[in-house]
């Protein structure tokens, strides 16, 4: 039972049975050490995954949109070609116009 409760501990330290750790700047989740920083598969943490189908890339542990896009309302969108967020998030272009260099047209 002890050998269990001290296995445990060690899981959660961030080191293996073994007892190895990662290198200072990199953490281990599931058994591989990554960089928190800008894993995309453990951003920030062990698990938090950016959905790179969604445009989100890891930049310094947070999930953001790739930098040719823009966080609206928690949607990576292209303001230079989207109608609901045409030059800026919010800006819904009028019925039967299209949005066009960030422009309404």
Not at 30 to 43: A, H, I, P, S
Not at 55 to 65: A, F, T, W
């Amino acid at each position: 039972m002890l050998r269990g409760i001290l296995l445990s501990l060690l899981i959660l330290s961030g080191c293996d049975s073994e007892g190895a750790a990662c290198p200072i700047s990199l953490t281990l989740c599931y058994d591989k050490c990554v960089n928190t920083e800008n894993d995309n598969d453990n951003c920030g943490g062990c698990g938090v995954v950016c959905d790179t189908a969604l445009s989100l890339v890891c930049q310094v542990g947070v999930c953001v949109c790739i930098p040719s896009l823009t966080d609206c309302n928690g949607h990576c969108v292209d303001t230079s070609t989207n109608p609901l967020n045409c030059g800026a998030c919010g800006n819904v272009c009028p019925t039967g116009e299209t949005c066009v260099g960030g422009q309404c047209t």
